[in-house]
């Protein structure tokens, strides 16, 4: 009998330190958070649970979640990127230009894709070479995006799209969507960079602490040229999927989304300051933010009660975040 006690009291204790262990990753209380806000809504309104709801939801979470896999990379090396919104409009309204000015919409795609990588980088080489503020210079780059946008449209949405282009936004593979299988390779490429390479380790000890990074022999600024640079392919890919899943490039698109990636970022357990957090975290508080928006919407709670709503918990899961750091 004292040897099964023994057992059982090692086994305890065994349990209890993997809970603590798990308790203490960045992951934990977004997954907390992401159950109850989904138990909630599931509670709350019938339709919530079904498989029509549940795939429409997955589909419009996918572009913020895209965009937020960029963003975090951002955040997590201490700075923010506020252009991905306007970027995402341009490079998907350069696209449907390209496209019905004859162009193949592969080559249009991968001009789109250009676009917003070399916006990216802008935004690295003034960040991480010129010394500005990433804030500055993402707002400033915010408004050029925007801007550029509108000429080439003229202010018009661009329609008329090649049927073919349709795939991405509105096609799926054995049975996925499209949106959801770009998001979820995108966040493959984003786990395994961060979790298993050498510059992931080197994005984390820049946020952590990037003057003993510089000073121990890392060339902090191309990584902060990588991360800007990746920040704006993500925007890209998502201005790619909407344009696709609206058939038409439309130059006021992404209105806002910059703020919904940097809540998703927050949701997602990562330190807004830079050093601390997961890209996986990252996609969980895309969904809380989907779940939260598509359950609202169900309910007929209005737009503006949910912006209330909404900023209520960022703030909530910022003050969390600042109690939990060391």
Known sequence: MSQLAAKTDADAHGLAARLNRWRRTPIFY????????FAAMALLNDSFLSTSNLINLARQASIIAIIAAGMSLAILTGGIDLSVGPVMALSGTLMAGLMIAGIPPALAIAAGLVVGAAFGAANGLFVAFAGMPPIIVTLATMGIARGLGLIYTGGYPISGLPA????????????????????????????VLLAHTATGRYLYAIGGNEEATRLSGIRVSRYKLLVYTLSGTTAAIAGLILTSRLMSGQPNAGVGFELDAIAAVVLGGAAITGGRGMILGTLVGAMLLGVLNNGLNLMGVSPYLQNVIKGGIILLAIYLSRKRAP
């Not at 349709?166 to 786990?191: E, K, N, Q, T």
């Open 30 to 37: 977004p997954l907390i958070g992401f159950a109850l806000v």
């Open 164 to 191: 073919e282009f349709a795939f991405f936004g509105r096609g799926s593979v054995a049975g996925i969507d499209m949106p959801i299988l770009i998001m979820l390779g995108v966040y493959a490429i984003g786990y």
